[in-house]
């Protein structure tokens, strides 16, 4: 989508628009979905909110056929309402497939398999759309059914990396406390580097340790949340956490 409005939008504008369709809804509806997910059956929402998220791609992806480009950034919306459901669902019921201690755990298998997903999408993208938009979004529909039977089994590299050392460092008797505030300042310094470091090799590293610092915070605060918070509050928590975390998102961007 954002290559369409790139090479067909008029400026910067509709670039902007899709940035806020992405972010904004899921900012919006997040607390709504939260208490939703408490009172019903998460894993209906989860079925249910991954065939929204399929449907609304597909119209997408036929608006771009049919060059309707001003319907995007609204399905875009739509789309990414029905995200918030689907992530808040898919958190909240974590606590009920492991056992307490075993949160970390699958925190971090959870953070892996994301961050594969996330970079093998990010690619495929890419590469299809030289093929064209429309092939791109079509068969960007297809995908969320898939996840359905595969649940997010194929995350991890980058952000995954950070929970998986982390634990590895655990496991050989390191302090829990002191192996998180060690990646907080792994971040930390990685993102201060960016300002000194030129384009090249060590400004990739700088990536991959500052994915690794944040991925092993948001596994271990997650981790917290989950085991501390009661199981009819689990949707609400996980959905204030993700509200917070995209309301941030412009304010410490430059």
């Known amino acids: 989508v954002e290559v369409y409005s790139i090479h067909d939008g008029d400026g910067l504008l509709p670039l902007a628009a899709l940035f806020a369709a992405h972010h904004l809804p899921v900012a919006l509806v997040s607390p709504w979905a939260g208490s939703f997910v408490d009172r019903h059956d998460r894993r209906r929402v989860l ?27 609204l399905l875009l919306a739509l789309r990414s309402g029905a995200s918030a459901f689907f992530t808040t669902a898919e958190r909240a019921t974590v606590p009920r497939l492991v056992e307490p201690d075993e949160l970390l755990v699958a925190g971090a298998l959870e953070s892996a398999t994301w961050s594969t997903v996330f970079c093998v999408g990010m690619a495929l993208g890419g590469f299809l759309s030289a093929l064209g938009t429309t092939l791109a979004l079509a068969l ?46 792994l971040a930390l310094v990685a993102m201060a580097l960016f300002f000194w470091v030129p384009a090249g090799y060590a400004l990739v590293a700088l990536s991959v340790l500052w994915g690794a610092g944040s991925g092993t915070n948001w596994v271990f605060s997650a981790e917290g949340m989950q085991r501390l918070a009661d199981d009819e509050f689990q949707g609400r928590v996980a959905a204030l956490d993700g509200t917070l975390y995209i309301t941030a998102q412009p304010l410490v961007a430059p």
Do not use: K, N, Q, Y
């Open 140 to 185: 960007d529909a297809l995908s969320f059914p898939l996840t359905l039977g595969f649940a997010h089994t194929l995350r991890g590299l980058g952000t995954g990396l950070g929970p998986v050392s982390a634990l590895w460092l655990i496991g050989r008797g390191a302090s829990r406390r002191r192996v998180w505030i060690a990646f907080h300042w």
């Open 47 to 73: 079925v249910h909110s991954a065939l929204a998220m399929a449907a609304l791609t597909g119209l997408m992806a036929l608006c771009m056929a049919l060059e309707l480009g001003w319907a995007l950034p």
